[in-house]
């Protein structure tokens, strides 16, 4: 990965964005997409668009979700602490002793994540998991009309962090999910437009993945606004080579081992044998996915909408999901752009997904 797309995927990271509250990390990618897309635009969720080949056929969606999991404010005590209600899953274990950035009206505001000190836990709690409910977010105001001067009820936070390098190919970030799979869908438009592509092809940065439960996000009205006949979801999974995971329960799936194609009942056949033969011309190896029911991304939106889409999800592998210190490689960033891009970039009008 060059330079330039590298300090790209670097920003997007560390571009705050829980679901709803996007703006920041859809305003990076959209300005990137400006560079080269025939148009970009946005709905009325939020959801980013960046075409090339506008009334070409067919429409292929390039679906990459760019929210990520917060905290929203939801009180504010009369001593000045918030107390908050998650933005999509967390384990509140890993929020213990964070740092967190509030986002308000008046810009972002740093607070931290309390909890009694360790001398301070009774026994019989100390080995009890922490509950959300118990955490608290100090901000340092010294009363609660303080704190409603500077913070309001429905405002959110995230992990406070910066991106940074694990030796030469993986990086740790708070929002790898699904930032990634944002940059990916970006990057692999940009790529196909070098290539030359005769399909009409529209990447999107979607909106409120993470508490689109079953599949109620923001890749559901984009798909239906889009029309399109081909959808590729790019989402990260679960990389399950590191301590304490049964690969007989979780299957084997390693970090920077390449793209992860998902097989089952969601995906299209023409699609995955397509994206497999992409990459086979391009020499990256893949791993393959059972994925039996839903998917549990975008794919399942986008494949229900209207009359059915003809869909494919692409994940890229990722350490700790959830957790303030995600881990992704960059060559599987990389090299799944280059399999869409190798894919995309061989489509023909003629192409019949129903096969
Ligand atoms: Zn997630």
């Given at each position: 990965m060059d330079t330039q797309t590298r300090d790209l995927l670097i920003r997007l990271l560390d571009a705050p964005g829980p679901s709803g509250h996007e703006g920041a990390a859809t305003a990076i990618w959209r300005a990137a997409a400006e560079g080269?897309?025939?148009r970009t635009w946005a709905d009325v969720h939020g959801n980013t668009f960046a075409e090339i080949n506008p009334g070409a056929t067919p429409t292929v969606m390039l679906a990459g979700h760019a929210d990520e999991i917060g905290l929203m404010v939801h009180h504010i005590d009369d001593e000045g602490f918030l107390?908050?209600?998650g933005v999509g899953g967390w384990d509140p274990q890993v929020l213990v002793g964070q740092r967190v950035d509030v986002l308000t009206g008046q810009g972002v505001m740093a607070g931290v994540v309390g909890r009694r000190a360790v001398h301070l836990i009774r026994e019989d709690d100390s080995a009890k998991a922490v509950k959300l409910k118990d955490l608290w977010i100090d901000i340092g105001a010294g009363s609660g009309a303080e704190a409603k001067t500077r913070v309001s009820i429905g405002d959110v936070a995230v992990i406070r962090s910066?991106?940074?390098n694990l030796g030469d190919d993986l990086l740790a970030a708070r929002s790898i999910d699904n930032r990634v799979g944002a940059m990916v869908v970006l990057?692999?438009?940009?790529r196909t437009a070098e290539?030359?592509?005769k399909a009409h092809v529209v990447a999107v940065a979607t909106v409120q993945e993470e508490i689109g439960y079953i599949a109620a996000g923001g890749a559901r009205t984009g798909a239906f606004g889009l029309d399109p006949q081909v959808g590729i979801v790019v989402d990260v999974t679960h990389a399950t080579d590191h301590p304490t995971?049964?690969?007989t329960e979780h299957g084997d799936i390693r970090l920077g081992r390449g793209p992860v194609l998902a097989r089952g009942a969601a995906i299209?056949?023409?699609?995955?044998?397509?994206l497999a033969a992409a990459a086979r011309a391009e020499d990256i190896e893949v791993q393959i996915q059972a994925v039996p029911a839903m998917t549990g991304t975008d794919a399942d939106a986008v494949r229900m909408s209207r009359a059915g889409v003809a869909v494919g999800l692409v994940s890229i592998p990722n350490r700790y999901m959830h957790t303030p210190n995600q881990l992704v490689s960059v060559t599987d960033v990389d090299q799944t752009a280059d399999v869409i891009a190798s894919y995309l970039s061989?489509?023909?009008e003629s192409i019949d997904f129903t096969g």
């Open positions: 080269f897309a025939d107390w908050v209600v910066d991106t940074v990057e692999s438009l940009r290539r030359g592509c995971i049964e690969k299209n056949r023409m699609v995955f044998t397509g061989g489509l023909t």
